[in-house]
């Protein structure tokens, strides 16, 4: 028999696991679901949890949260200082009991809890670590998948999420735990009256939003035009809606008009396939509304409200046009500069940061207003951690940052990107544009006449079980070995293998350092400021492919996107047969 049918039938016969839970496990019928759940543990990554909810060991439940959590205790333990951790959670089905499970088990390890009262958006979560002073924090959340996903991220005291060398360091201690009987717990009340889990709400709120608030350039800019400008917003059923509403609101905005049926939090998101503000289906209800209401901006968070989606009103042609997350970065990215140039407040230090698979027009921008450009690997938290080491360091003053996935962070209250900041400052810059006779998107075509047309696209490779990793591990592998000699009639100049940490310029075999750390990514930079990317998801079973360049025109630049994708795809069907791809 099989390994993963003797555990498969140790939870089935284990009073441990309830009864509800040996019920679903002994009422399937499918073998392949039955392996599926039992072939591995639920792998803990580098930033945490993230996976299928139901019983078995590869699937997010209350045991593999207790005992996952278990090892984050142990770890937690062996720190110096005061043991204190901050839990949030958002809208998806059995985050609540998620984030209960993991205090009761934090506090049975005698780790004192602040629990959030009711759910909250990830942002709030890292404001709130260091507000605490706490020493970690989990957030809840399986962000944007499909409905059948839940997870949770944990953060350090920095208010970031986990990087090495720690996230490598609490993942040996989680796999350290493995047998069940070694997760501690205790009941709520006893933990309650023991001063171990306390709550926190409201106040945290005002705190938070006082803060972003605060970092508005010019707030008497708003007293001109805000009562003109029409947004329709949409929090996807997650934690967006009130603190999107409640900011804007407080800024004195009057014409925001909520998508009503996707406004109350629902873990089943009924109105879509998935909450994702990158897929353009989940804007219907909000688009039809923006016609209706002849709005200017339509917004979408994602359920735990770090992403924001965004559409904008072409004046010329009343058409609106869907914005990129590498788009509306830009947009922001270029308000923010622009104004602090102008009002002398721009440091002779600032840096932007963005990741190696984000728009490349950042570095025009930054080469404009003479401000340092910092590229990290994909992941928000390293944005993050670069926060952390410009304080530490004393190098450079963080301006802002922002990645392709449609998250950024204005202000560095928070260490995770934040779509509520992101809503305040978008929209700010929206008055600001109006004022001056223009809508979003002639300043969108603004920064194509100024900086050139740069274009991306994202496509994914999905291989599903065991076979698909391998098939997975094996893509990456040929792709290491035989690098593309060119693109799209476009020769590779350099070749970056993160996983080995270097960086090869094809000419003449020179090799350097790369600089960031180990991760399995491969990146190649190509002539004409186009480049590939090809990584692994850390969170799916899925391959992600980023392509990117710039042409004189629109057209150039997406004849160029066009001509290197079609030659990415024909080797990539040739390296791993039968692979389905579309945008992600």
């Known amino acids: 028999m099989s390994d993963y049918r003797n555990e498969y039938h140790k939870w089935c016969r284990d009073t441990?696991?309830?009864?509800?839970?040996?019920?679903?496990?002994?009422?399937?019928?499918?073998?392949?679901?039955?392996?599926?759940?039992?072939?591995?543990?639920?792998?803990?990554?580098?930033?945490?949890?993230?996976?299928?909810?139901?019983?078995?060991l590869n699937r997010m439940n209350c045991y593999t949260v207790r005992k996952a959590t278990q090892g984050?205790?142990?770890y937690l333990k062996q720190q110096k200082g005061e043991k204190k951790t901050v839990i949030a959670y958002d809208s998806r089905h059995n985050s609540s009991a998620f984030a209960m499970e993991a205090a009761l088990c934090l506090c049975a390890n005698g780790i004192r809890v602040f629990l959030f009262d009711g759910l909250r958006p990830t942002p709030e979560l890292s404001f709130a670590v260091r507000k605490l002073g706490c020493m970690a924090g989990i957030m809840v959340t399986a962000s944007h998948n499909p409905p059948e996903y839940n997870g949770y991220k944990i953060y350090w005291e920095d208010g970031a999420q986990i990087t090495w060398p720690r996230d490598m360091e609490i993942l040996k201690e989680v796999k350290a735990v493995t047998d069940f009987s070694w997760v501690k717990s205790m009941c709520r009340k006893e933990a309650e009256s023991a001063g171990l889990l306390r709550y926190i709400g409201e106040e945290m709120d005002a705190l938070y939003l006082n803060v972003l608030k605060a970092l508005m350039?010019?707030?008497e800019i708003l007293q001109e035009g805000i009562q003109d400008l029409k947004i329709v917003y949409t929090p996807l059923h997650g934690t967006g809606n009130m603190p999107?509403?409640?900011?804007?609101?407080?800024?004195?905005?009057?014409?925001?008009y909520i998508v009503e049926k996707q406004e109350q939090p629902d873990g089943d998101f009924p109105t879509v396939?998935?909450?994702?503000?990158e897929d353009e289906k989940v804007f219907a209800m909000a688009l039809t509304l923006a016609r209706e209401v002849d709005a200017d901006l339509v917004l979408a968070t994602d359920p735990d409200a770090d992403?924001?989606?965004?559409?904008?009103?072409?004046?010329?042609?009343?058409?609106?046009?869907a914005f990129t997350g590498n788009m509306s970065g830009m947009i922001i990215c270029e308000y923010l500069l622009s104004?602090?140039?102008?009002?002398?407040?721009?440091?002779?230090?600032?840096?932007i940061v963005t990741t190696i698979v984000s728009g490349k027009m950042a570095k025009a921008a930054c080469r404009e207003y003479g401000v340092m450009l910092i590229e990290t690997l994909t992941g928000f938290k390293y944005i993050g951690e670069q926060i952390r080491l410009f304080e530490e360091q004393g190098t450079?003053?963080?301006?802002?940052?922002?990645?392709?996935?449609?998250?950024?962070?204005?202000?560095?209250?928070?260490?995770?990107?934040?779509?509520?900041?992101a809503v305040m400052t978008f929209c700010e810059a929206a008055v600001y544009y109006r004022n001056q006779g223009l809508t979003l998107w002639d300043q969108m075509e603004n920064l194509y006449r100024k900086y050139g047309y740069y274009k991306e696209s994202l496509h994914t490779i999905v291989k599903t079980g065991p076979e698909g990793a391998a098939e997975i591990t094996g893509l990456m592998e040929e792709m290491r070995r035989r690098p593309f000699a060119s693109a799209g009639g476009f020769g590779t100049v350099e070749f970056y293998d993160y996983r080995e940490g270097s960086k090869i310029r094809l000419q003449d075999g020179a090799k350097e350092q790369t600089g960031l750390p180990r991760s399995d990514v491969l990146y190649y930079v190509l002539e004409e400021d186009s480049w590939i990317c090809i990584r692994p998801s850390g969170t799916e079973p899925k391959v992600k492919i980023y392509t990117g360049t710039r042409g004189e025109t629109q057209q150039e630049a997406e004849d160029r996107l066009s001509a290197i994708w079609n030659e990415v795809e024909r080797r990539l069907g040739a390296d791993m047969p039968d692979c389905s791809e579309g945008n992600d």
């Open 396 to 421: 450079y003053e963080y301006l802002f940052g922002f990645e392709e996935s449609y998250g950024c962070l204005v202000g560095t209250n928070s260490r995770d990107k934040d779509a509520i900041g």
């Open 273 to 277: 396939k998935s909450p994702n503000p």
């Open 16 to 56: 441990y696991f309830d009864k509800n839970t040996r019920k679903e496990l002994l009422e399937l019928r499918d073998e392949e679901e039955i392996r599926d759940r039992f072939y591995r543990e639920l792998e803990f990554g580098t930033g945490g949890l993230r996976g299928v909810m139901g019983a078995g």
């Open 217 to 219: 350039q010019e707030p």
């Open 339 to 351: 104004r602090r140039k102008e009002m002398n407040t721009l440091p002779e230090n600032g840096a």
């Open 307 to 321: 992403r924001l989606g965004v559409y904008v009103k072409d004046g010329k042609t009343g058409e609106y046009m």
């Open 244 to 256: 999107v509403r409640r900011i804007l609101k407080e800024l004195g905005f009057e014409n925001v």
């Open 72 to 74: 984050l205790a142990n």
